[in-house]
């Protein structure tokens, strides 16, 4: 049994900066990745970062431009997501998700928390 819970979300104005966190709890579960995806009105779902949990190798989508840094503290199991300058095209709902060990995909999604972008 594993759950995800995101926080740090909310209303941020142009240029500004939110740092947000995914909290791993459970047990008897296996974690390759754990990834931040972010769902906008009216668009598909996007892969905003992802690390591996063995050797911290990340990736991002290309709408972050170097924006973003996804980081993690295995003792603590949290997963961070660095949000900066942000725009009003990252206005999203915000959640994480478990990648287990082998030929499987995102699984275990948080409730996500809501990021809001503007004046």
């Given at each position: 049994q594993v759950q995800l819970v995101e926080s740090g979300g909310g209303s941020v104005q142009i240029g500004g900066s939110l740092r947000l966190s995914c909290a791993i709890s459970g047990r008897s579960f296996s974690?390759?990745?754990?990834?931040?995806?972010?769902l906008a009105s009216g668009k598909e779902r996007k892969l905003v970062a992802a690390i591996r949990w063995n050797d911290s190798r990340t990736r991002y989508?290309?709408?972050?431009k170097g924006r973003f840094t996804i980081s993690v503290d295995r003792p603590?199991?949290?997963?961070?997501?660095?949000?900066?300058?942000?725009?009003?095209?990252?206005t999203a709902l915000y959640h994480c998700a478990r990648k287990p060990s082998g030929p499987y995909g995102f699984q275990d999604w948080g409730q996500g928390t809501q990021v809001t972008v503007g004046t």
């Open positions: 974690i390759d990745e754990v990834g931040w995806f972010r989508g290309d709408f972050v603590s199991r949290k997963v961070y997501l660095q949000m900066t300058n942000l725009t009003p095209e990252d």
